[in-house]
């Protein structure tokens, strides 16, 4: 019996070690700065930097675990499972309390976080191999997404979508290339939320992804032509009813690169990594999209992050750094970023259509990322009374939901 005791004791240890040994608060000794873990279940996750984690209301934040989908509220820190089950989630709405998500690979739900109630908005739309639904409008009115149209010998309509990863696959870059290379044609469609009706808005051979739409404008859509960022013009915005296809950046030097897109909260401006040229010369890069204007942030290589975010009234950004084994190759780089931009002054007053509006990142460390395992992306963001960072971390061993306080601890 001893041995069994023993192995039983070996499969439990892991879980009561992980639990022990993560704290809940600490003060970062190289920054001063608190960080509280938000998140109990191992394996949870904030969403990913630019999909909007936090309620209508503000007053909470809505994440991922192996369970399903759970809500924190921002203020007691309590929380509760509101989905139960391996979803693929959407986002969370801006006009109500609803968090969207994909259920069996082919139902579009939501559900109120406050009450409980879920509806069946629509079935995943049957074209092309394979189809996804990845953002809602800002009156959540209606839903976007892409169709992959294959070789025919592939078609099956009912290949579900691949699962919902944390962690980068390693190979990444390889895939990438060829995905690029094979030009499927695709398309972008709607899906009105009321009525279920499906309306294609845009057909192309290039690879489209990354679709966002704007947190303000309810018919405005970002996405993107993916691939290795150095052979794209990756960043693109078109209105709901398929006019307006406006390309955000145009390369002007080999091997730039821009992506890792983003939305102001106002809906104003488009947020991008610029590096001119690629892991040399680096920038957080904004466009506005009324006018054209734009504006470019210099930093350092050890600055660089993965993935930038803004407060709700763009006075503050955060970056969460990078290792080595990134674009950046960044000695120094494994921490969660806090920048003060600062434009540079226009002493003359002379502004050349086209010219960028130049400034500098202060930058300021807020937590030392030395024990993460960087396959797991941070995806920062600040929460709406933007007091907070959020972040994902496995510098415990799981991954947890964490905060950083922006003040220093007292």
Not at 25 to 34: A, L, Q, V, Y
Not at 142 to 165: I, K, M
Not at 211 to 216: M, R
Request: net charge neutral; hydrophobic share 35%; proline share 6%.
């Amino acid at each position: 019996m001893r041995p069994r005791i023993a192995a039983v004791t070996a499969l439990c240890l892991p879980f009561w070690l992980y639990s022990q040994a993560t704290p809940k608060s600490w003060i970062d000794p190289d920054t001063g700065h608190r960080v509280v873990r938000l998140t109990d279940e191992p394996g949870s996750a904030s969403l990913y930097f630019n999909q909007n984690g936090y309620t209508a209301d503000l007053k909470k934040m809505v994440y991922t675990t192996p369970a399903g989908i759970s809500v924190l509220d921002l203020k007691t820190y309590a929380t509760k499972q509101v989905v139960t089950g391996k979803v693929r989630i959407i986002v969370t709405g801006r006009k109500t309390q609803n968090v969207y998500y994909i259920k069996d690979n082919a139902t579009v739900c939501a559900t109120d976080v406050e009450s409980g109630i879920t509806r069946e908005i629509a079935k995943m739309p049957r074209r092309g191999t394979t189809s996804s639904i990845v953002t809602v409008n800002a009156d959540e009115t209606l839903l976007a997404g892409t169709y992959t149209e294959a070789n025919a010998a592939d078609y099956n309509p009912n290949r579900p979508e691949a699962p919902q990863q944390l962690e980068q696959p390693q190979n990444k870059g390889q895939m990438m290339e060829q995905r690029l290379a094979a030009h499927y044609p695709m398309g972008l469609f709607t899906l009105n939320i009321k009525t279920g009706e499906m309306k294609v808005i845009h057909t192309s051979t290039d690879w489209l992804n990354h679709l966002e739409f704007s947190p303000t404008d309810p018919s405005l859509l970002m996405f993107c032509h993916e691939g290795p960022w150095h052979k794209v013009d990756r960043i693109w915005t078109i209105r709901t009813d398929g006019s307006q296809v406006t390309k955000v950046h145009t390369r002007t030097m080999t091997m730039e690169i821009a992506g890792h897109e983003f939305w102001s909260v106002d809906g104003k401006t488009i947020w991008y990594d610029l590096q001119t040229p690629r892991g040399e010369v680096f920038w957080l890069a904004g466009y506005a999209v009324e006018t054209g204007e734009r504006t470019w942030y210099q930093l350092d290589r050890n600055e660089w992050s993965i993935h930038f975010n803004v407060t709700r009234d763009g006075t503050l950004f955060c970056g969460d750094g990078g290792d080595p084994g990134q674009v950046a190759h960044a000695k120094d780089g494994q921490w969660i970023y806090l920048f003060h931009p600062e434009r540079i002054p226009n002493r003359d007053g002379i502004r050349l259509p086209g010219f960028v509006d130049a400034g500098v990142f202060h930058s300021e460390r807020l937590v030392n990322m030395s024990k993460h395992n960087y396959r797991l992306e941070p995806n920062v963001s600040f929460t709406p009374d933007q007091k907070w960072v959020v972040f994902r971390s496995n510098m415990f061993g799981p991954t947890y939901v964490f905060a950083v306080e922006v003040a220093k601890a007292d």
